[in-house]
């Protein structure tokens, strides 16, 4: 079955704001029912825009990083307990693109939940970057704070083969944790692994929600691929 056959774990919100030298500042929520959001048309995609997918670790802060992006504190929830997306989320931005919250992977503390339903949100994820025709772009977000772990690992390496345009966003860059090292060193010890092991080189961009450092530079990277973004991509 296609993905966009069976949209029942979407849900839409729509964000509404203004512009500020071509960079989307989003200026006020108007949250909608969560509604079906089918296989867009062709139609569909010219007239919404192209979609931006965030995946990560459950405690990556990837809600946190949608807030940021949009500017509002409180559109895509913070909890404090992972694994609390657990649907493909839909945020159209300005009516004009759409930035997409996926459910986080990871065996973390204080993370109940399954194995049997991680792994269906991981194969519901990954259907989803595949046939999804108006997906543009995947943003990994990765703890900079953290020393890089396996569940990270999995994820680039699996996200590579897709064959997917793909970067990653590295957060938290304002923690410092003891005994490790600081998140600049962290960051670039990860680039290198990283590329090393998918033979590529990999877009990155520092991030700190808590200050609201880089986040000028996602969003001028958000519009940059936007205007490259010409027609449908199909992936089988």
């Excluded at 997409?100 to 503390?109: I, L, M, N």
């Excluded at 991981?122 to 020393?147: G, M, N, P, V, W």
């Excluded at 064959?163 to 923690?175: E, M, Q, T, Y």
Aim: charged fraction near 20%; aromatic fraction near 8%.
């Amino acid at each position: 079955m296609r993905y966009g056959a069976n949209p029942l774990n979407l849900s839409y919100t729509a964000v509404t704001g203004s512009y500020n030298t071509n960079i989307e500042r989003n200026l006020l929520l108007r949250p909608r029912i969560p509604e079906d959001l089918p296989e867009p048309s062709d139609y569909a995609i010219k007239q919404i825009g192209p979609e931006f997918a965030l995946i990560g670790k459950s405690n990556a802060g990837k809600s946190s990083m949608i807030n940021l992006i949009t500017g509002n504190a409180s559109l895509a929830k913070v909890s404090k307990k992972p694994g609390h997306t657990k649907t493909i989320n839909h945020f159209l931005i300005n009516r004009k693109w759409m930035l997409v919250d996926c459910p986080g992977y990871g065996d973390q503390p204080g993370y109940q939940v399954s194995k049997q339903e991680r792994q269906a949100w991981h194969e519901l994820t990954k259907e989803y970057f595949i046939q999804r025709r108006s997906l543009a772009h995947i943003f990994l977000i990765i703890d900079a704070s953290s020393k890089l772990g396996s569940d990270d690992v999995n994820a680039s390496t699996w996200i590579h083969d897709l064959g997917r345009p793909w970067s990653i966003i590295f957060s938290k860059l304002d923690v410092i944790q003891a005994g490790l090292p600081n998140p600049i060193d962290n960051m670039e010890s990860t680039i290198d692994t990283l590329e090393a092991l998918t033979g590529a080189i990999i877009p990155s961009l520092p991030t700190s929600a808590a200050t609201g450092f880089g986040k000028e530079g996602v969003l001028k990277y958000i519009s940059s691929l936007r205007q490259n973004f010409k027609t449908p991509l199909i992936f089988k």
